[in-house]
């Protein structure tokens, strides 16, 4: 039984499109994160979301926004996808400042 | 800012061999530090948290230490396996929130 689990495991699409990317944790935390790995495999917060509060990380473009639809589910919405966007994306869950849980990952190519 | 340096940037080691994987950081206000392990092609797997009140953490044979003031952490893996190559990831909050900012991560590979 999968703590964190994210949907696609990969997603290849256009330069231009809309897509988005679904993570879901039965783990029952109460923070909800997504994050971006680049191809030099370095690991970078995008986002932070709890029932109260939403954190974004400065660098993140606006065409990227995270929606909850309830505590469970944390889904990335991306907008006018660029090639610079392809990266894996991860999502995660803890509760409080305890261990963090990762999804499998979302490997993003944009052509 | 923060920054977090992770050294060597890769290892290897024969089988059998204990070794010790270094982070460093630069702001000492943490609360926690974790340490990650993340396979090719797949997600990350939390390790072990040392909360900033502890000096060490084990598991198995596994033991991470974090000393605040000089802003460091080692892990320490015992009786080195193939099993244990991977890549290690250290991770600290960011100030104020549970937002981790993580190092480079260290490429080990356990040699048969």
């Known amino acids: 039984d999968t703590a964190v689990s994210q949907t696609p495991k990969y997603l290849v699409t256009q330069m231009g499109n809309d897509k988005s990317i679904k993570c879901e944790q039965n783990l029952g935390h109460d923070t909800m994160y997504w994050y971006k790995q680049d191809s030099k495999k370095f690991l970078k917060i995008m986002f932070s979301?709890?029932?109260?509060?939403?954190?974004i990380n400065e660098t993140v473009p606006n065409r990227f926004s995270p929606k909850s639809p309830d505590k469970a589910h944390l889904n990335l919405h991306i907008n006018s996808l660029e090639l610079g966007d392809s990266a894996v994306y991860f999502c995660a869950s803890s509760q409080m400042t305890d261990k963090a849980f990762f999804g499998q990952g979302t490997r993003l190519t944009v052509v | 800012k923060q920054e977090v340096t992770q050294i060597p940037a890769a290892l290897s080691v024969p089988e059998g061999e204990n070794l010790v994987l270094n982070c460093s950081f630069t702001d000492s206000a943490i609360y926690n530090l974790q340490w990650f392990r993340q396979d090719p092609g797949k997600g990350l797997t939390s390790l072990l948290l040392i909360q900033s009140s502890q000096r060490e953490q084990t598991s198995g044979r596994l033991n991470a230490s974090l000393d605040k003031s000089s802003g460091r952490s080692t892990l320490y893996i015992a009786a080195s396996q193939p099993g244990d190559s991977a890549t290690y990831l250290c991770?600290?909050?960011?100030?104020?929130?549970?937002?981790?900012?993580f190092g480079t991560g260290t490429r080990l590979t356990v040699i048969p």
């Open positions: 991770a600290v909050p960011l100030t104020g929130a549970n937002n981790l900012f």
């Open positions: 979301y709890n029932n109260k509060e939403l954190i």
